[in-house]
Nanobody
Framework: QVHLVESGGGLVQAGGSLRLSCAVSKSVTSINIMGWYHQASGSEREPLATIITDGTTFVADSVKGRFTISRDNTKNMLYLQMNNLKPEDAGTYYC????????????WGQGTQVTVSS
């Protein structure tokens, strides 16, 4: 079982920045895949960025150059740095953890809300 708690959302003007945090209940380096997802109002949840066990990161083309995923192995924290925010970035952001072995598990946080004013 992995517990995830997001924080850092809020109201920001377009062009501004936010850093989202996700507190993880176990070692982040032991989790096969961690990521951030975005769900706009009325839309499906979509992956934004992931980081795998060895630290390799992947960022969706839609946010590449603006969003950066990182982790702090000593604090068991996952972060999403969001720069140059746009109104379409508004929505709920979720932290996700996927464990593949020995038993598959897919865990979600409760989400943190981001509002971007134009």
């Amino acid at each position: 079982q992995v517990h995830l708690v997001e924080s850092g959302g809020g109201l920001v003007q377009a062009g501004g920045s936010l850093r989202l945090s996700c507190a993880v209940s176990k070692s982040v380096t032991s989790i096969n895949i961690m990521g951030w997802y975005h769900q706009a109002s009325g839309s499906e949840r979509e992956p934004l960025a992931t980081i795998i066990t060895d630290g390799t990161t992947f960022v969706a083309d839609s946010v590449k150059g603006r969003f950066t995923i990182s982790r702090d192995n000593t604090k068991n924290m996952l972060y999403l740095q969001m720069n140059n925010l746009k109104p379409e970035d508004a929505g709920t952001y979720y932290c996700n953890a996927k464990i593949l072995l020995p038993t598959r598990g897919d865990y979600w946080g409760q989400g943190t809300q981001v509002t971007v004013s134009s």
